[in-house]
Each structure stands twice: as structure tokens, then as C-alpha cells.
């Protein structure tokens, strides 16, 4: 079965850094684009990056350019979202989601994920 769990959220203060980790089982990162999500209280869905099967990322939200960093450990089955500088309108819960359509481009868009995580809030206040 497959499965996506997110973890790493926490409370940090403004200026702070985090590390989520994406699990994934049930499938090989090879077959699949990932793709980091985050919701903010009240607000809708935004795609903040995605990694297609063979590695290449595109697509960040423009407001964290320069500031996180996704990456992918195959062996692991695992994708991190590196999240520094953090600031307030950081505060989110986020998650990552799976896309196994054969011939589709890697997107940050809600509407075209198969499998969703349950979410992990990050929190960044003082």
C-alpha cells in the first residue's frame, strides 16, 4: 500500500531552520514525482516545490526561493524539504503528496497528486 508520512514539524522561531522528512513506502521514488505542499491556517493549498522521478526540481513558490531546498534519498525512500530563514508567514501545516501519472510533468498543483501524507505543522513564532 502506498503510503507518504511526513515529519520534522515543530515550533521555531523567526530566523530558525527545519528539516521535514517525507517516508514513502509502498512504491520506489523512481516512479513517482513528489511534490511539498503547505496550508496556512485559512487559507488554501499552495505547492511550494516538486521533484520529478529522475531527480529534477522545479517549481518553487516563488516566496521561499533562496530559502529552502528540497532533496530525495532513493535508497531511503525518502524527500526532505530543508527549510531555512523561516519566518512567521512560514507557519503551515505541510505536506507531501505523490503523482504516478505516467507521462505527466513534475507540478506543485493540488488537483493532479494521487496519494497525500497526513501533514506536519511547522510553527515559526517568537
Known amino acids: 500500500q502506498l503510503q507518504l508520512v511526513e515529519s520534522g514539524g515543530d515550533l521555531v522561531q523567526p530566523g530558525g531552520s527545519l528539516r521535514l522528512s517525507c517516508a514513502t513506502s509502498?512504491?520506489?521514488?523512481?516512479?513517482?514525482?513528489i511534490a511539498w505542499f503547505r496550508q496556512a491556517p485559512g487559507k488554501e493549498r499552495e505547492g511550494v516545490v516538486c521533484v520529478s522521478r529522475t531527480g529534477v526540481i522545479s517549481n518553487y513558490l516563488a516566496s521561499v526561493k533562496g530559502r529552502f531546498t528540497v532533496s530525495r534519498d532513493n535508497v531511503k525512500n525518502t524527500v526532505y524539504l530543508q527549510m531555512d530563514s523561516l519566518t512567521p508567514e512560514d507557519t503551515a501545516v505541510y505536506y507531501c503528496a505523490a503523482d504516478q501519472r505516467p507521462y505527466s510533468r513534475c507540478s506543485a498543483q493540488p488537483g493532479v497528486m494521487d496519494y497525500w501524507g497526513k501533514g506536519t505543522l511547522v510553527t515559526v513564532s517568537s
Open positions: 509502498g512504491f520506489t521514488l523512481s516512479s513517482a514525482h
